[in-house]
């Protein structure tokens, strides 16, 4: 794991917490010294980010592994404000905590985390390869493999976007509730805000979508939740 965060007192507590839960921790006092140390060591299983840090802020460094990392992100910061959470969510942060937080709630989160990160779709009941979208350059996705195309070109989700597609693809035409996909994607038992799963279906249309702006993929239902078409 990879803690990034700009204060000392935090950073040491918070890996002497976590290697106590038997976490191996890798700190970085900068975003840039995170992003180098993902260029020079590969990437960790997990990583924690502050937002306020002294030159390259959390926004632009979770930004910049998702460049060419889908690392599970955790945002660990003070600011509370709706606008940040989303921020920080569509910059593709996995989940998000503010400070001040008790140790119980990070390791919650972590395990589930992980838990999504050695799952991503129930091997028994996925098929090998599912035609989301047919035509030119269809949209397949191959959860075994964890894999998503667009016509011969791969599609790189994040390890959230990625179950999400899973869960709705699961049960094409059927509506889920946010509450319901919390449950699935999420973990069971995630304590988070409903919002986040807005967030991560805005970025997965982005992705997966031809037109973002008017999706035939994956359909809100207004004030029941989401569904997943397949044409």
Avoid at 36 to 53: F, I, K, S, Y
Avoid at 62 to 86: E, G, M, Q
Avoid at 214 to 224: D, K, M, N, Q, Y
Wanted: one cysteine or more.
């Amino acid at each position: 794991m990879l803690i990034v965060e700009d204060d000392d007192r935090v950073r040491t507590s918070l890996r002497l917490a976590l290697e106590d839960e038997g976490y191996a921790v890798d700190e970085a006092a900068s975003g840039e010294a995170a992003v180098e140390a993902l260029a020079r060591h590969g990437e960790p299983d997990l990583m924690m980010v502050d937002l306020m840090l002294g030159g390259m802020d959390g926004f632009t460094c979770i930004r910049t592994v998702r460049l060419h990392s889908n690392v599970p992100i955790i945002v660990v910061s003070a600011k509370v404000d709706t606008h940040d959470v989303v921020a920080a969510l569509e910059a593709g942060a996995d989940d998000y905590v503010t400070k001040p937080f008790e140790i119980k709630e990070i390791t919650a989160r972590l395990r589930a985390l992980r838990r999504r990160a050695t799952v991503a779709a129930p091997a028994d009941t996925a098929p090998q390869e599912q035609v989301l979208q047919s035509g030119e350059r269809p949209l397949v996705l191959s959860a075994g493999a964890g894999t998503v195309r667009r016509g011969d070109e791969e599609i790189h989700l994040t390890l959230t976007e990625f179950r999400l597609l899973c869960e709705l693809a699961e049960n094409p035409g059927r509506v889920l509730s946010r509450t319901a996909l919390l449950d699935r994607v999420w973990d069971r038992g995630y304590f988070g805000d409903e919002r986040i799963v807005d967030v991560h279906v805005r970025r997965l249309r982005t992705k997966i979508e031809r037109d973002p702006s008017a999706p035939a993929v994956v359909i809100t239902v207004r004030g029941l939740g989401y569904r997943l078409d397949v044409a």
